[in-house]
């Protein structure tokens, strides 16, 4: 069982910046590959970013080059480093997990609240 924990969340202006990690314990961590996912209201949850355990990344079209993924398999953390935010990057943040050797968002955060202004 992994348990993971968000928090970096707030309200930032337009243009401004903010680093959400997670924290995960239980599972091997270093093993696992993690992603980001983010949930605006009245839309579905959509996928940000993921970084493997080989640190291969992939990211959304729309976080391109704004937004960076990174992780500290000593920390049991995965960051998101989000830059140039716009309003439209308002949403819950979720951490999830998809660990070895499932092929599937297996362990979900309760999610971080990101509010951008314009």
């Known amino acids: 069982q992994v348990q993971l924990v968000e928090s970096g969340g707030g309200l930032v202006q337009a243009g401004g910046s903010l680093r959400l990690s997670c924290a995960a314990s239980?599972?091997?961590?270093?093993?696992?590959?993690m992603g980001w996912f983010r949930q605006a209201p009245g839309k579905e949850r959509e996928f940000v970013a993921h970084?493997?355990?080989?640190?291969?990344?992939q990211y959304t079209d729309s976080v391109k080059g704004r937004f960076t993924i990174s992780r500290d398999n000593a920390k049991n953390t995965v960051y998101l480093r989000m830059n140039s935010l716009k309003p439209e990057d308002t949403a819950v943040y979720y951490c999830?997990?998809?660990?070895?050797?499932?092929?599937?968002?297996?362990?979900w955060g309760q999610g971080t609240q990101v509010t951008v202004s314009s």
């Open positions: 999830a997990a998809k660990p070895v050797p499932y092929n599937s968002w297996t362990y």
């Open positions: 239980g599972g091997t961590f270093s093993r696992n590959t």
């Open positions: 970084i493997t355990w080989s640190i291969t990344t």
